[in-house]
């Protein structure tokens, strides 16, 4: 689809990549930037989720660019760079957001299946930072965002194949940033660590337990996390941001007592990630194709009824400034009444 063809571009008209765009959290990043008017590339795999990932878009107020691409492959994210560049003008803002995994125990999980995970999860996050990095550095500007998660850190049963994936781009964000301290560079990354969600992934994911895959409680919605991403885009100098307060609580909870940590899901997050339901044998898998080629799952999964809209921690976490000032203001009008009582 060619830019004449899209929508037009809002005010803000900010070129935006985003991957894994077709659900869940990519999804509701990729119709929030397109609520602020941007020009929003969508990568991702499945025809159909892609193409109504792009109403999205365009409905919100944006300019959408589809494109059906796994980010496996680096040669096709280095040429849909050099397509969004040429449709949609310069790329300010990259966002890595594509994953794939598998839900069973290590022993369970095959070579060839943590291989695919870790292709699309980790290095489907090199490529695209790659891609970016090749278009901001001549120009020493552009922000990146990883979407990571609470267990970027820590690792936790039935999920091992994403936790490494995670792990690895913790680690190659830590050393991107370092060395784009070193050149003084104009370009940003930053990366935003995501609590449980409600999206589509358990629906599609590979799974081999008895009952279907669940987020980790407390659960959030997908448009809590794209706030969360959005903020970061916009001030990318922190080195990352924690969302929900279940975040907090894990990654303090894995910096000071990890073996306590290590115990507690031992006995709790087998049953705490698996529903009450089985999972139907109909059941799509997107590990090796795209789930959404002719179904669309939309940006929200199957916990509604459970999943919050809010974080206070995130509106914190937003507004930090603001809440030293006040606790500032607070300890002053403390100290000065003390004061006022001591002379009494």
């Known amino acids: 689809m060619s830019r004449t063809q899209s929508s037009p571009a809002g005010a803000d008209g900010q070129v935006v990549v985003v991957t894994g765009a077709s659900g869940g959290v990519g999804r509701a990043t990729a119709r929030a930037f397109g609520a602020r008017g941007a020009r929003v590339a969508l990568v991702a795999r499945g025809e159909e989720g892609l193409a109504r990932a792009a109403d999205d878009v365009r409905d919100a107020g944006g300019t959408a660019l589809p494109l059906d691409i796994d980010v496996s492959d680096h040669t096709a994210v280095d040429a849909a760079a050099e397509r969004i560049e040429r449709e949609l003008g310069p790329i300010s803002v990259w966002v890595n957001v594509a994953f794939s995994t598998v839900f069973a125990p290590v022993n369970e999980v ?154 507690y899901l031992a006995r709790t997050a087998f049953k705490g990630q698996q529903a009450e339901h089985d999972r139907a044998p109909s059941q799509p898998d997107n590990l090796w194709k795209p789930a959404d080629q002719q179904q669309d799952y939309g940006a929200h999964g199957e916990f509604d009824d459970e999943a919050t809209k809010r974080s206070y921690q995130l509106w914190a976490s937003h507004h930090h400034g603001l809440l030293a000032a006040l606790g500032t203001a607070a300890a002053a009008a403390g100290a000065a009444a003390v004061a006022r009582t001591v002379r009494r």
């Open 110 to 263: 095959r070579a060839e299946e943590f291989r695919r995970a870790t292709e699309v999860t980790y290095l489907g996050f090199v490529h695209g930072t790659l891609a970016a990095l090749r278009h901001m550095e001549p120009r020493d500007a552009g922000t990146i965002v990883q979407v990571g998660s609470a267990l970027a850190y820590r690792g936790i049963p039935l999920q091992a194949a994403y936790c490494a994936a995670k792990h690895a781009i913790q680690g190659f964000h830590e050393s991107l940033r370092c060395e784009l301290l070193h050149a003084k560079s104009g370009v940003s990354v930053t990366m935003v660590q995501l609590p449980g969600l409600n999206t589509p992934q358990f629906t599609w994911v590979k799974s081999r337990l008895p009952h279907n895959p669940r987020p980790v409680a407390p659960v959030y919605q997908p448009e809590v996390a794209a706030r969360g991403v959005l903020y970061a885009a916009d001030h990318p100098r922190r080195r990352e941001y924690w969302v929900g307060g279940s975040t907090v609580g894990t990654l303090l909870g894995d910096k000071f007592a990890p073996g306590l940590l290590d115990r």
